[in-house]
């Protein structure tokens, strides 16, 4: 396998082409001995046909390390064999410590995470959740002094949490560092501030309150419509993208204060711990909870010793604000491009490369009535050169109806500059431009059989059992336009 390096805004391996990657989040919520999920051979073998090759391997910390100190060697053994699998199949491992409200606190409010032992709550009790699982972000104190305890790197057991957290990470970046199946360390799924959560979550309820009121963006006539008739989709489309930074951008300030004050110091501190063990694996720079929503993120590059780490990226998330709820059938591309957009403004600023960490969270993976949604993002996906992760694998998801819509042709990788790349579905056409100076050969992903026009010379590295296959290109000198065309299917 090709190590997988940065180089401004693009993934590259050695070559120097520029590498796109696209895959699903598989994760592990539940406590356990061993991975949850048996990604064997035969996962493997439909995973690479569907065109996937990066997995965001989402794990928790008290599976990791169930007493302090103590690391559960038959659940790393599991990693162990998803890894070495990984290799065999050509597959990257982003490995991600996955958390939400920063702990499953024995099972109650819907959370997952650090293990009871590192859990500070001065006494407070987790409870079960009303609405959304996420209210306890802002509600949950349980949540939030955990949260405090973490950032302050607040002793338990003799050591600092942030300490005995870093000294996991070294303990795993010693294991996999040498893996040509890593990709990278994604340190930490979606902090939260801790207790300035409840402070940020009423600017942001004042400010849609004001733009609702004032706002010449918001379609009243539609709402006062919509409610008559009890159309939620129509209620829903009346709150546009464009309106989104204007209640958010409040929080601003405290977010950056988060971020300078707590935030920067532990992806510096991750950072340093992970280097010590390997060179190798990218370091992902995870947005806080609330960046989901485009409040703005603030922080710089990630720093070890005080030099810019030279491999790093940044890994976007971002769902509709119906997401959890049975209204995510109405989800709106617009409003969740708007978040996007906001992203790409930290991307260019960052100057790293991004691939989507998290999008989709359809509850059930079967259902096709929000594919328009999908598709739309993953259009939008591709006019920023953005890999994507999908949220997240069901354990069936290889034969289900979601591989109609993410198994879909696509760079693999680009011996060239100036790309640009998209799928017409309307038309069956798939386009790949980017300029060559005629070395190297470019790989494309086709899902279906296809015929194909422009660049110079093709070759098929790969065909799969399902139709797909992987296309090598010899370009020509000069700007190369190609066109792949699969054929309609009849309705």
Same mark, same amino acid.
Request: charged share 25%.
């Given at each position: 396998?090709?190590?997988?390096?940065?180089?401004?805004?693009?993934?590259?391996? *050695?070559?120097?082409?520029?590498?796109?990657?696209?895959?699903?989040?598989?994760?592990?919520?539940?406590?356990?001995?061993?991975?949850?999920?048996?990604?064997?051979?035969?996962?493997?073998?439909?995973?690479?046909?569907?065109?996937?090759?990066?997995?965001?391997?989402?794990?928790?910390?008290?599976?990791?390390?169930?007493?302090?100190?103590?690391?559960?060697?038959?659940?790393?053994?599991?990693?162990?064999?998803?890894?070495?699998?990984?290799?065999?199949? =050509?597959?990257?491992?982003?490995?991600?410590?996955?958390?939400?409200?920063?702990?499953?606190?024995?099972?109650?409010?819907?959370?997952?995470?650090?293990?009871?032992?590192? $859990?500070?709550?001065?006494?407070?009790?987790?409870?079960?959740?009303?609405?959304?699982?996420?209210?306890?972000?802002?509600?949950?104190?349980?949540?939030?002094?955990?949260?405090?305890?973490?950032?302050?790197?607040?002793?338990?057991?003799?050591?600092?949490?942030?300490?005995?957290?870093?000294?996991?990470?070294?303990?795993?970046?010693?294991?996999?560092?040498?893996?040509?199946?890593?990709?990278?360390?994604?340190?930490?799924?979606?902090?939260?501030?801790?207790?300035?959560?409840?402070?940020?979550? +009423? *600017?942001?309820?004042?400010?849609?309150?004001?733009? #609702?009121?004032?706002?010449?963006?918001?379609?009243?006539?539609?709402?006062?419509?919509?409610?008559?008739?009890?159309?939620?989709? *129509?209620?829903?489309?009346?709150?546009?993208?464009?309106?989104?930074?204007?209640?958010?951008?409040?929080?601003?300030?405290?977010?950056?204060? #988060?971020?300078?004050?707590?935030?920067?110091?532990?992806?510096?501190?991750?950072?340093?711990?992970?280097?010590?063990?390997?060179?190798?694996?990218? +370091?992902?720079?995870?947005?806080?909870?609330?960046?989901?929503?485009?409040?703005?993120?603030?922080?710089?590059?990630?720093?070890?010793?005080?030099?810019?780490?030279?491999?790093?990226?940044?890994?976007?998330?971002?769902?509709?604000?119906?997401?959890?709820?049975? +209204?995510?059938?109405?989800?709106?591309?617009?409003?969740?491009?708007?978040?996007?957009?906001?992203?790409?403004?930290?991307?260019?600023?960052?100057?790293?490369?991004?691939?989507?960490?998290?999008?989709?969270? $359809?509850?059930?993976?079967?259902?096709?009535?929000?594919?328009?949604?999908?598709?739309?993002?993953?259009?939008? #996906?591709?006019?920023?050169?953005?890999?994507?992760?999908?949220?997240?694998?069901?354990?069936?998801?290889?034969?289900?109806?979601?591989?109609?819509?993410?198994?879909?042709?696509?760079?693999?990788?680009?011996?060239?500059?100036?790309?640009?790349?998209?799928?017409?579905?309307?038309?069956?056409?798939?386009?790949?431009?980017?300029?060559?100076?005629?070395?190297?050969?470019?790989?494309?992903?086709?899902?279906?059989?296809?015929?194909?026009?422009?660049?110079?010379?093709?070759?098929?590295?790969?065909?799969?059992?399902? =139709?797909?296959?992987?296309?090598?290109? *010899?370009?020509?000198?000069?700007?190369?336009?190609?066109?792949?065309?699969?054929?309609?299917?009849?309705?």
């Amino acid at each position: 396998m090709d190590e997988i390096l940065t180089k401004g805004l693009h993934f590259v391996d *050695k070559q120097g082409r520029i590498r796109i990657l696209n895959g699903m989040n598989i994760d592990d919520k539940l406590i356990g001995d061993v991975f949850r999920y048996d990604l064997n051979e035969e996962f493997f073998e439909k995973y690479t046909a569907n065109g996937f090759d990066l997995i965001r391997l989402a794990v928790q910390w008290a599976n990791i390390e169930p007493a302090p100190g103590s690391y559960s060697e038959s659940y790393l053994m599991s990693l162990d064999r998803i890894f070495e699998l990984a290799e065999k199949h =050509g597959v990257y491992i982003l490995l991600d410590m996955h958390q939400d409200l920063y702990s499953g606190f024995g099972g109650v409010g819907g959370g997952d995470g650090a293990p009871e032992w590192a $859990c500070i709550t001065d006494g407070y009790k987790a409870k079960p959740y009303k609405f959304v699982w996420a209210e306890a972000y802002v509600f949950g104190k349980w949540v939030k002094r955990s949260f405090d305890h973490f950032w302050n790197n607040d002793a338990v057991f003799g050591k600092g949490l942030q300490d005995r957290y870093a000294d996991m990470w070294k303990m795993l970046a010693k294991r996999y560092g040498s893996s040509p199946a890593l990709f990278g360390f994604d340190f930490l799924n979606e902090p939260a501030p801790g207790s300035a959560a409840k402070k940020m979550a +009423l *600017k942001v309820a004042l400010g849609a309150v004001k733009s #609702f009121l004032f706002s010449k963006k918001i379609k009243r006539g539609q709402i006062a419509s919509a409610l008559l008739r009890r159309d939620p989709k *129509k209620l829903l489309d009346s709150i546009p993208g464009s309106i989104i930074r204007d209640i958010v951008y409040v929080v601003d300030p405290l977010e950056e204060e #988060f971020e300078k004050r707590y935030y920067t110091p532990f992806l510096n501190k991750m950072a340093a711990a992970v280097r010590q063990e390997t060179e190798r694996g990218i +370091l992902m720079i995870e947005q806080p909870f609330l960046c989901n929503s485009a409040v703005k993120l603030s922080l710089p590059p990630i720093s070890v010793n005080g030099k810019t780490e030279p491999l790093q990226c940044f890994g976007p998330h971002a769902y509709d604000m119906t997401v959890d709820t049975p +209204l995510y059938k109405y989800a709106n591309a617009d409003r969740v491009k708007a978040f996007f957009s906001e992203m790409r403004l930290s991307q260019l600023r960052l100057n790293v490369p991004a691939v989507v960490g998290e999008w989709g969270g $359809c509850s059930n993976n079967k259902d096709t009535s929000w594919f328009p949604h999908a598709k739309e993002l993953l259009e939008y #996906f591709d006019g920023n050169c953005w890999g994507q992760l999908y949220w997240d694998y069901h354990g069936d998801d290889m034969d289900a109806p979601l591989m109609e819509m993410l198994s879909r042709p696509h760079p693999v990788a680009v011996a060239g500059t100036d790309i640009s790349y998209g799928f017409d579905e309307s038309n069956a056409t798939f386009t790949l431009s980017f300029d060559s100076d005629g070395s190297g050969e470019s790989v494309i992903y086709a899902h279906k059989p296809c015929r194909h026009e422009g660049g110079g010379s093709f070759r098929t590295l790969k065909e799969y059992k399902n =139709g797909a296959s992987l296309a090598a290109v *010899k370009a020509v000198t000069g700007r190369n336009s190609i066109t792949l065309y699969f054929e309609q299917e009849r309705r």
